[in-house]
């Protein structure tokens, strides 16, 4: 793990994948790398910043440098390390960061448990799976359900915390004004500076201005 310029970049041998997060001096940040044996990922604050496919490098013997690529050196301070002998998720990555964001919308379960809930950042937190390019169905597990007349966009079955979009996922979206422009909105969700972080289009895509994380994977 090291610092190209003022990029974060995380390496195995001559592999390596590179954040598309840069960082600024004065300030901490929480950065991640991980190795699942197909993947090579790096997370900035939590948020993932880049991957790279990297499928020779499982189980192979290398130095390990933090804060330096062999050669050059991080010019600052390193705190809390902790190294890993299995990937880490996104949600386990969000929570070891205990980073702080505020809930906007959330869906309770009959235990009046929180099953789903977006921040104010756009970020989706499910007990469950996302399953894109489903078949939402409703059955009787207390679920909630978005509907475009007669058309079930997306269901949560609120026992176990998964949902089924008919649509796809789109994450870390940004150009919010031009879905609302066309009118291809069905179900949106905003924060407290009225600003979009979440929308359901007619076909049940979903837009998110954050990521998904989800506990069940």
């Given at each position: 793990?090291?610092?190209?310029?003022?990029?974060?970049?995380?390496y195995?041998?001559?592999?390596?994948?590179?954040?598309?997060?840069?960082?600024?001096?004065?300030?901490?940040?929480?950065?991640?790398?991980?190795?699942?044996?197909?993947?090579?990922?790096?997370?900035?604050?939590g948020?993932?910043?880049?991957?790279?496919?990297?499928?020779?490098?499982?189980?192979?013997?290398?130095?390990?440098?933090?804060?330096?690529?062999?050669?050059?050196?991080?010019?600052?301070?390193?705190?809390?390390?902790?190294?890993y002998?299995?990937?880490?998720?996104?949600?386990?990555?969000?929570s070891?960061?205990?980073?702080?964001?505020?809930?906007?919308?959330?869906?309770?379960?009959?235990?009046?448990?929180?099953?789903?809930?977006?921040?104010?950042?756009?970020?989706?937190?499910?007990?469950?799976?996302?399953?894109?390019?489903?078949?939402?169905?409703?059955?009787?597990?207390?679920?909630?359900?978005?509907?475009?007349?007669?058309?079930?966009?997306?269901?949560?079955?609120?026992?176990?915390g998964?949902?089924?979009?008919?649509?796809?996922?789109?994450?870390?979206?940004?150009?919010?004004?031009?879905?609302?422009?066309?009118?291809?909105?069905?179900?949106?969700?905003?924060?407290?500076?009225?600003?979009?972080?979440?929308?359901?289009?007619?076909?049940?895509?979903?837009?998110?201005?954050?990521?998904?994380?989800?506990?069940?994977?």
């Amino acid at each position: 793990m090291c610092l190209n310029y003022d990029t974060p970049a995380f390496y195995i041998n001559d592999s390596e994948v590179v954040s598309n997060i840069s960082i600024e001096t004065g300030q901490w940040y929480h950065i991640v790398g991980t190795y699942d044996g197909s993947d090579l990922k790096i997370y900035v604050n939590g948020y993932p910043a880049g991957e790279e496919s990297v499928t020779d490098e499982y189980g192979v013997k290398t130095p390990a440098f933090i804060g330096s690529d062999g050669g050059y050196s991080f010019d600052g301070l390193i705190d809390d390390v902790h190294v890993y002998n299995y990937a880490l998720d996104r949600l386990m990555i969000w929570s070891l960061g205990g980073f702080e964001t505020t809930s906007v919308f959330t869906v309770k379960n009959s235990l009046s448990e929180d099953v789903v809930t977006i921040d104010d950042e756009g970020n989706l937190f499910l007990t469950g799976y996302l399953t894109e390019y489903g078949t939402p169905i409703a059955t009787a597990n207390d679920e909630f359900i978005i509907m475009y007349q007669n058309y079930k966009m997306s269901v949560t079955d609120c026992s176990t915390g998964n949902m089924t979009i008919a649509g796809c996922l789109t994450e870390d979206y940004d150009d919010f004004n031009t879905l609302l422009q066309a009118g291809y909105q069905e179900f949106v969700i905003i924060n407290e500076n009225e600003e979009v972080v979440a929308l359901f289009d007619h076909w049940g895509n979903l837009f998110l201005s954050g990521y998904v994380f989800e506990e069940g994977n």
